[in-house]
């Protein structure tokens, strides 16, 4: 009976974990190049994480970082907000011959995907996720 | 008495009717001129076919613009160099075509070129023309910009042009073509609908 308790409230746990984590989203990074030794990366992280993992990033790199990028965070910040209004849009698209360029947003995610020969980038972030981030920064900035 | 009653209630059905009309409509409006998108989209036509399609909500550009303060750009209003005006006055000459009647202002007609501006229907018209022989330098270029954007974006402080004043001025246009180039190798156009995408 106890064991059962136990396993009951680890699967609620975990069903929980994975409801926030999908509400969440995730953010998705897929980096290929296409020759020999070329390297392939394919990063999923749970938006949820990434907050969290800022919180417990050393300090002075958040603060550096903070600094770099301090002209833009309001941006950033305006940016998420507007984006969030706008889940399916396509924003800007190059196409140069084989080369092509995508900014979109597509189900709530900031995409941006880059295709040349020879190498491809996807990257997708939820828009939610670049407001909460942005937040954090402006917290670690000396003197806000 | 019966009557009365079936009368008061038909008047009420009416009025209803007519309320609820009205309002959906209003309502409808609104949300019209709130999804303005801004498109620009440019078409080479040479042999790698690059194409450039941006497709910007103005809400957008509105609220993030004065968040930017780059080089010339400052909260949505962007610094014009007196250096690179050549002495023109241009806060003169909008105004002197603000309050001109509708017409022709100016007409070249060259062997380079047609040159054509012109003042019609609250707009601001710019046409050039290239009639060169060679046929892959041949272009058309129309510009038609409302009046009323002319003036917001010039409704800042000396030598600053308030972009932010000109897109909210621009939200309240309906579907509207504001750029066109053709020339053999490409084509640009910039235009406003309420569509999120280009094609």
Redo the contacts between chains.
């Keep these: 009976m106890l064991l059962a308790k136990i396993a009951l409230g680890l699967a609620s746990t975990v069903a929980f974990a994975a409801i926030y984590t999908f509400r969440e989203g995730v953010i998705r990074v897929d980096v290929d190049e296409y020759r020999s030794g070329g390297s392939h990366v394919h990063l999923w992280v749970p938006a949820a994480v990434v907050p969290v993992a800022v919180r417990f990033a050393p300090k002075d790199h958040l603060q550096t970082a903070a600094e770099n990028i301090k002209?833009w965070i309001?941006?950033i910040?305006?940016?998420a907000?507007?984006?969030e209004?706008?889940p399916?849009?396509?924003?800007?698209?190059?196409?140069?011959?084989t080369d092509h360029v995508q900014i979109r947003t597509h189900a709530g995610k900031l995409q941006i995907d880059v295709r040349e020969p020879g190498q491809s980038v996807h990257v997708a972030v939820p828009i939610s996720t670049l407001e909460d981030i942005s937040v954090q920064l402006t917290e670690n900035i000396p003197g806000a | 008495m019966f009557n009365r009653t079936q009368h008061f209630a038909g008047v009420s059905v009416l009025s209803a009717i007519v309320v609820l009309a009205v309002a959906s409509a209003a309502f409808g409006q609104s949300g019209s001129t709130k999804d303005r998108w801004l498109h620009v989209r440019v078409i080479n036509s040479d042999n790698k076919g690059e194409t450039v399609r941006v497709n910007i909500p103005l809400e957008l550009a509105e609220n993030v613009l004065p968040t930017i303060n780059k080089n010339h750009l400052h909260n949505g209003k962007v610094t014009i160099d007196q250096a690179h005006m050549n002495d023109v006055d241009v806060r003169a000459l909008i105004n002197a075509i603000r309050t001109a009647k509708d017409g022709e202002y100016v007409t070249v007609q060259g062997t380079d070129q047609d040159v054509r501006v012109a003042k019609e229907g609250g707009r601001l018209l710019v046409r050039v023309k290239d009639n060169k022989s060679s046929k892959s330098n041949r272009s058309e270029v129309d510009i038609k910009i409302p009046m009323h954007v002319i003036d917001a974006l010039f409704s800042a402080g000396k030598d600053e042009l308030d972009v932010v004043a000109g897109l909210h001025a621009l939200a309240s246009l309906g579907d509207t073509e504001l750029v066109s180039v053709k020339s053999d190798d490409s084509t640009v156009r910039v235009w406003m609908d309420s569509k999120n995408s280009s094609d």
């Design positions: 002209p309001p941006t910040r305006q940016l907000k507007e984006l209004k706008y399916e849009a396509n924003l800007v698209e190059v196409v140069n011959g």
